[in-house]
């Protein structure tokens, strides 16, 4: 899947959304980690070659890219029977605010749907409190709440639990 888009405002030029390779594990580390690195209360990295190397074989990762091939931002997605799982949404701290992660989810949500999901569902961390009405306002709707069980430790005295929202298509 390779898409040509138009670009959103404040990008100058096209760019495309693809599915990752391993090839590209290299430059979706540090893109991840750095889009993230404002949970400062949760421990260590978010990602790293073996995390990410595993989601590549759990689920698909959408890559935007340049015309020069540098990966402007990402976001995983899972198809798990007639329902998807999309997280990870990442975009590079230069391009932030500018329409590219609403058009991630858009392709998130369109690989989905191709492949068979009639909703998609997203996990939102309650220490996000920003995250939840953003996504409202693109058709998403709180479902639960439920235990949050990170991959890294939580920074000492930091609780924290799942907000859990679907869209349906």
């Given at each position: 899947?390779?898409?040509?888009?138009n670009p959103p405002?404040?990008?100058?030029?096209?760019?495309?959304?693809?599915?990752?390779?391993?090839?590209?594990?290299?430059?979706?580390?540090?893109?991840?980690?750095?889009?993230?690195?404002?949970?400062?209360?949760?421990?260590?990295?978010?990602?790293?070659?073996?995390?990410?190397?595993?989601?590549?074989?759990?689920?698909?990762?959408?890559?935007?890219?340049?015309?020069?091939?540098?990966?402007?931002?990402?976001?995983?997605?899972?198809?798990?029977?007639?329902?998807?799982?999309?997280?990870?949404?990442?975009?590079?701290?230069?391009?932030?605010?500018?329409g590219l992660g609403?058009?991630?989810?858009?392709?998130?949500?369109?690989?989905?749907?191709?492949?068979?999901?009639?909703?998609?569902?997203?996990?939102?961390?309650?220490?996000?409190?920003?995250?939840?009405?953003?996504?409202?306002?693109?058709?998403?709707?709180?479902?639960?709440?439920?235990?949050?069980?990170?991959?890294?430790?939580?920074?000492p005295g930091v609780?924290?639990?799942?907000?859990?929202?679907?869209?349906?298509?």
């Open positions: 899947m390779t898409e040509i888009l405002t404040g990008f100058l030029h096209p760019f495309s959304i693809r599915t990752a390779s391993a090839a590209d594990c290299p430059s979706l580390i540090p893109l991840i980690n750095a889009a993230f690195s404002i949970e400062t209360f949760l421990e260590g990295t978010r990602t790293d070659e073996s995390r990410l190397t595993a989601m590549m074989e759990k689920g698909t990762i959408l890559v935007a890219e340049d015309s020069s091939a540098r990966l402007l931002g990402c976001v995983y997605v899972e198809v798990g029977g007639d329902r998807g799982y999309m997280g990870q949404l990442a975009v590079d701290r230069a391009h932030q605010r500018a609403r058009i991630l989810v858009e392709a998130a949500e369109s690989h989905l749907r191709k492949s068979g999901c009639k909703a998609v569902d997203i996990v939102v961390l309650s220490l996000r409190p920003e995250l939840p009405p953003v996504y409202r306002r693109i058709g998403y709707l709180e479902t639960g709440t439920g235990p949050f069980t990170p991959q890294r430790s939580l920074a609780e924290c639990h799942g907000i859990f929202m679907s869209k349906q298509f």
